[in-house]
């Protein structure tokens, strides 16, 4: 694995790689990686012949209260992951290399960005689109992978790659949890084991949900005052919010015959988690 902290060299490399006709997969990530990031990787190498990753922890979206200096941080266990994982390269810019100074172009997706995480996190999609745009440019990948898991980032994403004609598939890959039903995150690593065993809430929440629509429950007003009241029980968690919306628009729906994402995010202790869960319908059995 070759690791590169140039923005000019990484764009020769994948130039080259381009020219050679060898389809390139890209991973995003901030670092602190897991099995969540690990099955992005797996994802790119079983449909490229080429793999990329990034790992940049991203000031421009993280809030003036927020972790960024906290964010964890592994660069040598995150290498060696990456290399058992036979990733070809990683790009590991600092932060004046992708934002040298005078830098002032950013990149906002009006109508999706100050929704979910946006409206709780106001700034946070304009950070995550203009990063995840400079690294597109500058390694021009064949397809992308990112996780169910940030829904609402993925909506803001497809609509930026429609509506600038870029160039690259967006894929999206199932959420990777803990035996228990965790969502895996790299701010789990916050959590004391009280906390964890709290965290849990939010999974649960989602299935009761999904229990409710399998029995042919269809109105969102319902699903999402079921879902409200299963958090409600838990006093180690503070509802952020919990919204049933469609999954590219990312308004609120009345009914979800037609399919809905179920998205939940809650702070237990200090730690804001997220999670979401993607209906097929009232009635569907999940498989």
């Known amino acids: 694995m070759r690791t590169i902290s140039t923005v000019a060299e990484m764009q020769a490399i994948c130039r080259e790689i381009r020219r050679s006709g060898k389809p390139l997969g890209f991973v995003p990530t901030m670092g602190a990686l897991h099995d969540g990031h690990l099955s992005l990787v797996r994802a790119a190498r079983a449909h490229n012949q080429v793999v990329a990753a990034s790992i940049f922890v991203n000031p421009l979206q993280f809030g003036p209260n927020e972790d960024f200096s906290k964010y964890p941080r592994a660069m040598e266990r995150d290498k060696s992951l990456l290399e058992a994982e036979k990733v070809d390269l990683l790009f590991a810019p600092s932060g004046e290399e992708m934002y040298p100074k005078g830098a002032v172009t950013s990149v906002y997706v009006e109508g999706l960005s100050e929704k979910l995480d946006g409206k709780s996190r106001p700034g946070h999609f304009k950070g995550v689109a203009t ?47 803990e035996k228990d039903g965790l969502a895996m995150s790299s701010r789990n690593a916050y959590l004391s084991p009280e906390q964890r065993k709290q965290a849990l809430v939010l999974n649960r929440s989602l299935m009761r949900v999904q229990t409710m629509a399998d029995r042919g429950e269809s109105s969102a007003t319902a699903l999402r005052e079921a879902g409200m009241q299963v958090i409600a029980e838990e006093p180690g968690a503070r509802l952020d919010y919990f919204e049933i919306v469609d999954a590219n628009t990312l308004d609120p729906v009345e009914d979800i015959s037609q399919g809905a994402l179920v998205a939940v995010a809650a702070q237990v202790g200090t730690t804001r988690l997220i999670d979401n869960l993607v209906l097929h319908g009232a009635g569907e059995q999940r498989t």
């Open 131 to 177: 990063v995840v745009a400079k690294l597109f440019e500058i390694v021009h990948p064949d397809r992308a992978y990112f996780g169910q898991k940030d829904a609402a980032q993925v909506a803001v994403l497809r609509k930026m790659v429609h509506d600038l004609n870029m160039d690259v598939d967006l894929m999206v890959c199932p959420i990777v949890r």
